[in-house]
């Protein structure tokens, strides 16, 4: 485990010419982060290339395939990684046989292959995953646990927007929310859009999902009461919002005595319910 030093923290970043990757070693301080590794996809028309040539970062560090992970993680102090649900699944032994702390934005696992990555991690690393590393995201997932206090006759609906790149629907946040709204009120059944002769059972809570243009990420709860309804909303303004919650996410996950176990961003700063 890392102890206090005055060096940067040097980090591993998979998925360095995602969009997210990019981000991340854009807004990373000089100072306070060296990037020591840079990974990508094996198909990525980007291998080769340095981060200064991507236009990412003032660094000399080549963009390299998955086959390179284990290497570059000997000479990491913590791994950042933002892929996809597959390349996730698939770098993971490497990641906990290389025995750094783990920050994961990947979105995208199925419930079981989360199951399967948390028990491959407990015990071996500590790590911090979460599908939404924004601040404000995790007030929002937080203050939906508040929803409890409202009489039944309240239904509540969560619509998430998000850019027309995104593959995976709902969004990991709206699950996260949805996870919370359905302990508070009771729900059972999630239902994700209607059409036809379709009207809303008292056990159903709606997820809607939209997709289109560059949105960086729009979470809307909506609570309608009979005579009265309440609106929670978070809106990023740009991924800059995720970037530096890795960021603050691989500096927390690094501390000495962190326990080797699977965290969340509320963990991270302080939200834990
Ligand atoms: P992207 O498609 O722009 O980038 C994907 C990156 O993964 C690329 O660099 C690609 O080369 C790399 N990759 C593909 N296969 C790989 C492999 N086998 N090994 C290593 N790298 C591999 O995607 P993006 O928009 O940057 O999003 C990445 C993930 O982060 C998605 O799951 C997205 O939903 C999620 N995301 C999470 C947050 C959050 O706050 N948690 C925020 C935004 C996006």
Redesign the pocket.
């Known amino acids: 485990m890392r102890t206090p030093t005055s060096r940067p923290l040097r980090v591993c970043l ?8 990019t981000l991340i070693a854009r807004e990373a301080p000089g100072e306070r982060f060296e990037i020591s590794g840079a ?4 198909g ?1 028309s980007r291998l080769g290339k340095t981060l200064r040539e991507l236009g990412a970062r003032d660094s000399d560090t080549k963009v390299s395939p ?1 086959s390179s992970l284990a290497g570059l993680l000997r000479k990491s102090d913590v791994c950042i990684s ?6 996730e699944v ?2 993971l032994p490497t990641i906990v046989e290389g025995g750094v702390p783990y920050v994961s ?4 696992l199925t419930p079981q292959q989360r199951k399967e990555a948390n028990s491959a991690l407990t015990g071996k690393i500590p790590a911090v995953i ?5 601040v404000g995201a995790n007030l929002l997932i937080a203050m939906s646990a508040a929803l409890k206090a409202l009489p039944q006759g309240f239904d509540v609906s969560i619509v998430e927007a998000h850019h027309s ?4 629907a709902p ?2 946040t709206a699950l996260s929310i949805a996870q919370q709204v359905s302990k508070a009120r009771g729900y059972t059944k999630t239902v994700s859009g209607r059409s036809g002769a379709s009207k809303r059972a008292p056990d159903e809570l709606e997820v809607v999902s939209l997709r289109g243009g560059g949105t960086p ?1 729009i979470h809307t709860v909506y609570a309608f009461g009979p005579h009265e309804m309440i609106t929670l909303e978070h809106l990023a303004f740009s ?1 800059s919002s ?1 970037a530096l ?2 960021l603050h996410a691989a500096e927390w996950v690094t501390a000495e005595g962190r326990e080797p176990r699977v965290y969340g961003m509320a963990d991270v700063v302080g939200l834990r319910l």
């Open positions: 998979v998925g360095a010419t995602g969009r997210m990757g990974v990508a996809g094996p990525d998955p933002f892929t996809n649900a597959q390349a698939s770098n934005g990947t979105t995208g979460a599908s939404n590393f924004s790149g995104k593959v995976d969004s990991g990420g991924r995720f919650g890795a």
